[in-house]
């Protein structure tokens, strides 16, 4: 290859750079329509000895070259071209050419991790090329690249992709990647599966994780409910369909068939019952039949399971604040602490009708968890905010990790549980960092004195810079208040601080203040923090962020070209 241009450079320049490339260039084209990529990149290559100046042949060898996978010839060639052409370094349709080429080729890497960044830069992009990638891992042996490809379609909607999901339901044998295609199946809308995940929780063999995606699909592919299909589903001898009939009362807020879900308070199964509880919560009805709704479901303040009891206890409370707080008490010193945590937090959803016992139970407790939840119901109340806040703060600088515990019918702060995740490196404390992160947000929107001086803290001491496979997952925007306290800690003058704050703005999408900071922190960074830059930077997409991304392609270590590729992608696109 250095031969080629060499020879490019010793044609004498008296050559005429007007000379007539039309026909060579009509024969490229012609190679690319029947994609002929292995002839249209000789044509090229031999027509740049002929017409050196061409700047649509020198585009159409680049094209070829990422088409072929030859990614360093291309990068080769891209590099020869803007030196004869500089103005050209902007050119958005050969930087995506770029970017696609280092993505074609990283997508047929033997390594997992590779193929699944190819995956997550292909899909930045929105262009067909990266349905056609996602389309051939969907196909692949591993069964995490299955898992990672369909929860990306599932973003999509293609029918391509589609087909691919349809086959996938009644094929794929991995439970981790059925459960990812059940889930899609309702993020797609495709429709013509509906009876099969009706059929799916008819039998017995399906598993609960199944039952509950299965449902959650179902009840986003039903434009509406007519009563007859609600009645049928209620009493069918199926708890899954029952589930499901709940749950369709409560997501369309169906106050004419509460009669359909009122026997089911009763169900002999928990998850039924709960459902069931969660409906009539949710149509906020006084009364059924002239009968009082809280003597229709008090009898399950003592049930066997737990969670049923806590919606009760809710349900109760929303009607009649002193009877509910009364059974709340008894939860709050339940034996089993992750019972008082989602107490905590059940009391907290309760807003203005939690009150007084919320205020109560904050100043009284002892377990930190059952305080913080309690904080947060309180500031959302704006009650007592400066006890709240503090008592947030006092937590933040605990060392445990936390985690939001979002598994039964209300979000409660707990220790976290975490076990390691193939898709996000050090998954566990990429939970905690993305949980106490929303917990600062808290203290920024309150004002809290203190905000800034725990977010200073928080990025001193613990090393920011989740994966871009992290930030896609986890990642919510912080409110513009936390955003305007950590774009202040950018002139903070510890270095590691102004750093850390950068990436977060970048992972934010509000990374115009940070670009210069990121940069310049680049050279001297480990490889795995050029990672975290060069993923952030990919977030903010400005013309200064993509030319840095477009050099950096160019990187030795792979990894480093791969997540340049896809951030440059990502910021085209932006």
């Not at 400005?542 to 997540?563: G, N, P």
């Amino acid at each position: 290859m250095k031969s080629f241009f060499l020879t490019l450079a010793a044609i004498p320049f008296l050559l005429n750079a007007n000379s007539p490339d039309q026909d060579v260039i009509k024969r490229v084209h012609a190679h690319f329509l029947i994609h002929d990529y292995t002839s249209a990149e000789k044509e090229a290559r031999e027509g740049l000895h002929v017409y050196p100046y061409s700047q649509e042949l020198w585009r159409a060898y680049i094209k070829s070259l990422g088409q072929l996978g030859e990614d360093q010839e291309m990068l080769d060639a891209w590099k020869g071209y803007v030196e004869q052409y500089p103005e050209e370094k902007k050119n958005h349709e050969l930087t995506e050419t770029l970017a696609w080429g280092i993505l074609s080729k990283a997508a047929k890497s033997p390594s997992p991790m590779i193929r699944i960044y190819a995956m997550v830069g292909s899909h930045f992009s929105q262009d067909a090329r990266g349905v056609e990638l996602l389309i051939t891992q969907l196909r692949e042996n591993n069964a995490l690249i299955r898992a990672v490809a369909v929860q990306l379609s599932a973003e999509e909607q293609d029918d391509k992709l589609r087909d691919e999901i349809k086959r996938m339901f009644s094929s794929e044998t991995s439970f981790a990647v059925r459960l990812e295609v059940i889930q899609a199946i309702g993020s797609m809308r495709i429709k013509s599966l509906q009876p099969d995940l009706v059929a799916l929780l008819s039998k017995d063999s399906t598993s609960a994780e199944e039952k509950a995606a299965a449902i959650q699909s179902l009840v986003i592919l039903l434009d509406t409910a007519n009563r007859e299909e609600v009645a049928r589903l209620a009493q069918c001898d199926r708890a899954g369909l029952r589930d499901l009939a709940c749950q369709v009362v409560h997501f369309f807020r169906l106050e004419r068939d509460l009669d359909l879900i009122i026997p089911l308070v009763n169900d002999h199964r928990a998850e039924v019952r709960e459902s069931a509880i969660k409906a009539i919560a949710a149509l906020r009805v006084n009364e059924y039949r002239g009968q009082p709704i809280t003597e229709i479901v008090e009898k399950r303040l003592n049930d066997l399971d737990p969670h049923v009891a806590l919606m009760t206890a809710k349900v109760i409370t929303l009607h009649d604040q002193m009877r509910g707080q009364e059974t709340f008490k008894k939860l709050l010193k339940h034996k089993n602490k992750e019972i008082r945590y989602q107490a905590a937090a059940a009391l907290a959803s309760c807003g203005k009708y939690g009150l007084p016992l919320m205020h109560e139970a904050f100043y009284e407790a002892s377990d930190l968890y059952i305080k913080m939840n309690l904080a947060i119901g309180m500031l959302g109340l704006r009650i007592n905010t400066d006890a709240a806040c503090q008592s947030l703060y006092e937590g933040l600088t605990t060392s445990e990790k936390w985690m939001w515990d979002e598994e039964s019918a209300f979000k409660a702060l707990v220790p976290n549980k975490a076990k390691h995740d193939e898709l996000i490196p050090n998954y566990p404390e990429a939970l905690n960092q993305m949980t106490r992160l929303e917990i600062l947000n808290y203290l920024a929107v309150m004002k809290y004195p203190k905000a800034q001086d725990a977010i200073k803290t928080f990025l001193k001491e613990r090393q920011w810079g989740i994966s871009g496979m992290a930030s896609v997952v986890l990642l919510t925007e912080g409110d513009e208040l936390a955003i305007d306290l950590v774009k202040n800690i950018m002139n903070d003058s510890d270095p590691k601080i102004r750093l850390q704050a950068a990436l977060i703005l970048s992972l934010w999408g509000q990374g115009e203040d940070a670009i210069t900071a990121l940069q310049d922190a680049y050279p001297s960074a480990d490889r795995e923090m050029k990672e975290k830059i060069i993923e952030g930077l990919g977030r903010v997409g400005s013309e200064q962020a993509k030319l840095f991304l477009v050099d950096r392609l160019s990187e030795q270590h792979q990894s480093l070209r791969i997540i340049a590729a896809s951030s440059l992608l990502m910021s085209l696109y932006h």
